[in-house]
T-cell receptor, first 113, second 114 residues
Framework: DVKVTQSSRYLVKRTGEKVFLECVQDMDHENMFWYRQDPGLGLRLIYFSYDVKMKEKGDIPEGYSVSREKKERFSLILESASTNQTSMYLC????????????FGPGTRLTVT | AQSVTQLDSHVSVSEGTPVLLRCNYSSSYSPSLFWYVQHPNKGLQLLLKYTSAATLVKGINGFEAEFKKSETSFHLTKPSAHMSDAAEYFCVVSVAGGYNKLIFGAGTRLAVHP
């Protein structure tokens, strides 16, 4: 079974703090993704990575950065957290190829106060 | 450009009655399409996928979807709803040549009443 794990299920941070969200997958997938999920908006892609040290901006990259130093690990960084970044964050991984589905982690619910 | 529209934000059915969750897509080529389900406080789970083989796709838990190119639709159905089907459902299209990006619909929340 593919497993995608995220470092925290719930996180509370203060405005201005630097926040790290970690994601690890165990299936040697080339591609990894970070989404945020907000009610009524579905999932919106923040960043993705198609290889180690490679990254591409998604639809809403502002205020975020990412790091992929190892194939199995993909980190999302909020340089200076703001209240509008309060959301559910979902990580996913996928094998290269249009027919392959993404496998999701359980999500991290981040609250910025 | 590819896009996905889920036509209903909320659907409510009685237990034992059929479920229909509607999805239209826009794509300039033959797409790969998926349905995912998210139960409360859980991650997303794949229900089924269409990848240009049979147009009627069967998934887990008795769900199925039919790809209709002429209608650009990929509606999700189940003959008889169960209480455990209450969840949010996402219709998803794969982007061609875009590093395997997926485009998600806004989601349909399914409520099942006794």
């Amino acid at each position: 079974d593919v497993k995608v794990t995220q470092s925290s299920r719930y996180l509370v941070k203060r405005t201005g703090e630097k926040v790290f969200l970690e994601c690890v997958q165990d299936m040697d997938h080339e591609n990894m993704f970070w989404y945020r999920q907000d009610p009524g908006l579905g999932l919106r892609l923040i960043y993705f990575s198609y290889d180690v040290k490679m990254k591409e901006k998604g639809d809403i990259p502002e205020g975020y950065s990412v790091s992929r130093e190892k194939k199995e690990r993909f980190s999302l960084i909020l340089e200076s957290a703001s209240t509008n970044q309060t959301s559910m964050y979902l990580c996913a991984s996928r094998r290269t190829g249009g027919e392959y589905e993404q496998y999701f982690g359980p999500g991290t619910r981040l609250t910025v106060t | 450009a590819q896009s996905v529209t889920q036509l209903d934000s909320h659907v409510s059915v009685s237990e034992g009655t059929p479920v229909l969750l509607r999805c239209n897509y826009s794509s300039s080529y033959s797409p790969s399409l998926f349905w995912y389900v998210q139960h409360p406080n859980k991650g997303l789970q794949l229900l089924l996928k269409y990848t240009s083989a049979a147009t009627l796709v069967k998934g887990i838990n008795g769900f199925e979807a039919e790809f209709k190119k002429s209608e650009t639709s990929f509606h999700l159905t189940k003959p008889s709803a169960h209480m455990s089907d209450a969840a949010e459902y996402f219709c998803v299209v794969s982007v061609a040549g875009g590093y395997n990006k997926l485009i998600f619909g806004a989601g349909t929340r399914l409520a099942v009443h006794p």
